[in-house]
């Protein structure tokens, strides 16, 4: 298949969705890559697709946008799929099978992708990245409200140090080494009051900080978490822009970012 933008039901719980843009491409030319955006809050997981079509036609991308509902488990739940796991329901897995039938769908290769998030969809990415670092070519990750750190003196989901517990698999810094890492946020992010608070960790030496941090804040000390720990980061500051005016800024920059990461062999 390849052309518009298609939206598919999970091949297993209904409950959940995906969209998918298939770049035309000829029959005997390489598997395509993939790149999976992930929705904010809003669930926008359109608007987060037809970001990426134009580049993902231009590189020879397949585009995969997950819808992960409100409310899913009938408790109002609405933040669940940002920090992977809901009662058991793991959204992690709920991508890998959703990769698994684009594999199946368009052909593309999808061992290893790229991943990119804003503001919600940025939380997914950045804990996806810490738990999952061996199927990602690239991550970026876009003014998330609160963050997890690569810190092994605190449980999920302020550090990782019972990862292998909560999820069966151990914190890998050798394996976060090898992927290329972009954080972006604005100076203009620093409104708190729909950002819960950021917990406690030794990378907030001066507790008054951790308190009153805002995304802008938050960012900085996972960037210097994340070099902490030897993994490739860089951070980058877009100029003036209020959060709700990112998402299309962000998605230019990770565009740019995975650019540079396609002539990287693999």
Do not use: K
């Given at each position: ?81 940002k920090f992977l796991c809901e009662q058991g329901l793991r ?176």
């Open positions: 298949m390849n052309g518009p933008v298609t939206t598919f039901a999970h091949p297993t719980d209904s409950r959940f969705a995906f969209a998918l843009f298939v770049p035309e491409h000829p029959p005997a030319s390489p598997a395509p890559g993939l790149l999976v955006t992930v929705h904010d809050s809003t669930r926008n997981h359109l608007a987060c697709i037809e970001r990426f079509a134009p580049f993902a036609q231009a590189h020879g991308l397949v585009v995969l946008a997950p819808l992960f509902p409100r409310n899913v488990l009938g408790d109002g739940q609405v933040d669940g799929y959204y992690d897995q709920l991508l890998h099978e959703m990769i698994d039938e684009a594999t199946r769908r368009t052909g593309c290769d999808g061992t290893r992708f790229f991943l990119q998030g804003y503001s919600g969809g940025a939380q997914f990415v950045h804990r996806y990245l810490l738990l999952h670092p061996e199927r990602l070519r690239a991550a970026s990750v876009g003014a998330p409200g609160v963050v997890t750190l690569p810190d092994e003196r605190v449980d999920w989901w302020a550090g990782v140090r019972d990862l292998d517990s909560a999820f069966g698999r151990p914190f890998n810094p050798a394996l976060l080494r090898n992927v290329p890492i972009q954080l972006v946020v604005s100076d203009g992010d620093t409104e708190t009051w729909e950002i819960r608070e950021q917990p406690p960790s030794g990378h907030w030496p001066v507790e008054a900080d951790r308190l009153r941090s805002n995304r802008v804040d938050r960012l900085r000390v996972l960037h210097r978490a994340l070099l902490g720990v030897g993994a490739n980061s860089q951070l980058t500051m877009l100029r003036g822009l209020p959060h709700g005016q990112g998402p299309g800024p962000a998605a230019t920059l990770a565009q740019q970012f995975f650019a540079e990461q396609l002539t990287v062999q693999i």
